[in-house]
């Protein structure tokens, strides 16, 4: 039981990933809410690498659903463990740069923290 509940928040983590590499590409303004003062979303360059970024977002959320459909829980519960990296670093990122502590805490540290408890109830369950 504890598993598919885990499995239905890794889907829910894959789908918001994907959603926030759609937005970067549709609505790159919003890349602003990542946490980095200063972000200049009308710069050509910046909205290059956000696109890169974007991509890349949506490739992580889809590894997940490919997971879901087709690997153990254990499988995913390592892969959500790996994963957790990203929003720690984009954490270490946003506090590097002098940004919110809201961002650093309420939106990267606390998606580390729910990747890291799915990651544990998938590999241990």
């Known amino acids: 039981m504890l598993i598919n509940v885990a499995s239905v928040l890794a889907g829910l983590i894959g789908a918001g990933i994907i959603f926030v590499g759609a937005r ?6 919003a890349a602003a809410g990542f946490g980095i003062p200063g972000t200049r979303t009308e710069d050509p360059n910046f909205r290059s ?17 490919i997971l879901l459909a087709g690997a153990t829980p254990h499988l995913l519960g390592w892969f959500m463990l790996a994963a957790t990296g990203i929003p720690l670093g984009d954490a270490l990122i946003v506090l590097r740069s002098k940004g919110p502590r809201a961002a650093v805490y309420g939106v990267h540290g606390a998606t580390a923290v729910v990747m890291l408890a799915i990651s544990v109830i998938l590999l241990v369950g």
């Open 49 to 65: 690498w956000l696109s890169v970024k974007a991509v890349r977002d949506i490739a992580s959320g889809l590894f997940i659903f």
């Open 24 to 29: 970067a590409l549709w609505a790159p303004q």
